[in-house]
């Protein structure tokens, strides 16, 4: 048995809690688009092709690609599973079905502990930035996280550092007023300011969590650059081991656009973790595993839907529950 066909049965057999088995309908509600798509292109091509042969390897290798696991993704993916039918002997396409799974779940895991879980701080306030280009929804996620945290008892304060963006600050402030954060803001002021007088207050005031929303120009690498690096230097003054987490916020609708996003923020930033937000709305969830195969970096919550409850830790074998559960 492999070991997709494993969880797949202890996610239908074990007791569960009413907020595992939510957890659960969110990410099987939330891919289902990814899920039709893979469960009927894979099942038309296995009508096609009873006998595995490299037409068959072709045609899987084109839907791989149009669910936007990225090209060179793929190409490794194939080779692996020839190399495992040519091993294994197997000839059977539908035989190959559960081996394309757990290659799938290989490929995330990589012989690693995958950590998808926030690192905070012991000592004192735990500050994460988050970054990304504007319109991916990152404001958003922060009042979403925001949310989250305070259900699970923590105080929560929000920086509005995202001061070149017309309304950014109004956007986020209005998130404060919807989960009962505070929000520290300064108008005309330069940004890594606004991140001090936050995370002094911070720490002042016994606050668990500080939210940083910063600026999504990526136009001009250099500016943004010296703009996260100020902004990284100040925390350090106040918190040696601070900031614990930079989280890049990616919207899963744009595609390869947003492994190209990753690819620069990983250049100018030390990205810590990913977010994926509307991974409801595409039929290319495979760029879940394109993004840890090809810039290594950990998803770490995806948006499932669009209420404040529908932001999720991310978790890998949900994920691919709710693509192939119906395989």
Known sequence: MGLFNKFKGLFKKAEKSVEEKEELKSYDEG??????????????????????????????EEILIMADIGVNTVIDFIDKLKRRVKKENITDSEELKDIIVDEMFIIYINNEIVVNKINYSTDGPTVILFVGVNGVGKTTTIGKIAYKLKNEGKSVLMVAADTFRAGAVEQIKEWGVRTDCEVVSKDNS??????????????????DVVLVDTAGRLQNKTNL????????????????????????????????????????????TDVTGIVLTKLDGTAKGGIVL??????????????????????????IEKYIYGLFKDM
């Open 31 to 60: 891919l289902k688009k990814t899920r039709n798509y893979f469960t009927d292109k894979i099942s038309i091509l296995n009508g096609k092709y009873k006998k595995v042969t490299d037409e068959y390897f072709e045609e899987l």
């Open 190 to 207: 330069d940004p890594a300011s606004v991140v001090y007088d936050g995370v002094k207050k911070a720490i002042d005031e016994n606050i």
């Open 225 to 268: 650059m010296e703009e996260l690096a100020k902004m990284n230097r100040v925390i350090k003054k106040l918190l040696p081991e601070g900031p614990q987490e930079t989280l890049l916020v990616l919207d899963a609708t744009t595609g390869q656009n947003g492994i190209s996003q990753a690819k620069s923020f990983k250049e100018i």
């Open 290 to 315: 394109a993004i840890k195969d090809t810039v290594d970096i950990p998803v770490k919550f995806v948006g499932l839907g669009e209420t404040k409850e529908d932001l999720k830790v991310f978790d």
